[in-house]
T-cell receptor, first 111, second 114 residues
Framework: KQEVTQIPAALSVPEGENLVLNCSFT??????LQWFRQDPGKGLTSLLL?????REQTSGRLNASLDKSSGRSTLYIAASQPGDSATYLC??????????FGSGTKLNVKP | DGGITQSPKYLFRKEGQNVTLSCEQN?????MYWYRQDPGQGLRLIYY???????QKGDIAEGYSVSREKKESFPLTVTSAQKNPTAFYLC?????????????FGPGTRLLVL
């Protein structure tokens, strides 16, 4: 059974700090991995998508890496801002659009 | 504006009642999905549809039913057989069912049991 784990479950940092969110998955036969942001009571917004053949993707202050062999992905957020406060979810695609989601890391960036 | 709409935002269900959650998209996407999110947990796939008039069960389909009569619409019915329906329900769509497609999510419907 595919499992996706995110550590830590919650993180609180002062504004301006660089931070890393972790995602691990048990089965390395993935098609792609996505990082999403979810604000309280809202839907998900896609941040980055990494294909299985890629090692990393960047968008602005965000950088996501993928190491399939070790079953890990990290989301790096540079120079964090209070507006980054949200829950960050990673999702792994194995086949035919069956995404498996982690339970998320709730990030609080303090002004 | 292109996007995915879900209605209602909040829905209350009485015991033994079937309720239907609406999901509409104007993105011209072929594939649509329904997920359930419980507090502190990730999303779990209920049903998905890769094309009109076709849909497949996800990991937790018991107690739910769907239809896909139109490309832009994918309603989810929570039946009385679903004994623990209280959750946040999210609809999503993607251009195709290919592995390179990202999913776009609606704002969600919160279902509560009276």
């Amino acid at each position: 059974k595919q499992e996706v784990t995110q550590i830590p479950a919650a993180l609180s940092v002062p504004e301006g700090e660089n931070l890393v969110l972790n995602c691990s998955f048990t089965d390395s036969a993935i098609y792609n991995l996505q990082w999403f942001r979810q604000d309280p009571g809202k839907g998900l917004t896609s941040l980055l998508l990494i294909q299985s053949s890629q090692r990393e993707q960047t968008s602005g202050r965000l950088n996501a890496s993928l190491d399939k062999s070790s079953g890990r992905s990290t989301l790096y957020i540079a120079a964090s801002q209070p507006g980054d406060s949200a829950t960050y979810l990673c999702a792994v695609l194995y086949n035919f659009n069956k995404f498996y989601f982690g339970s998320g890391t709730k990030l609080n960036v303090k002004p | 504006d292109g996007g995915i709409t879900q209605s209602p935002k909040y829905l209350f269900r009485k015991e033994g009642q079937n309720v239907t959650l609406s999901c509409e998209q104007n993105l011209n996407h072929d594939a649509m999905y329904w997920y359930r999110q419980d507090p502190g947990q990730g999303l779990r796939l209920i049903y998905y549809s890769q094309i009109v008039n076709d849909f497949q069960k996800g990991d937790i389909a018991e107690g739910y039913s769907v239809s896909r009569e139109k490309k832009e619409s994918f309603p989810l019915t929570v039946t009385s057989a679903q004994k623990n329906p209280t959750a946040f329900y999210l609809c999503a769509s993607s251009l195709t069912s290919g592995n390179q497609e990202t999913q776009y999510f609606g704002p969600g419907t919160r279902l509560l049991v009276l």
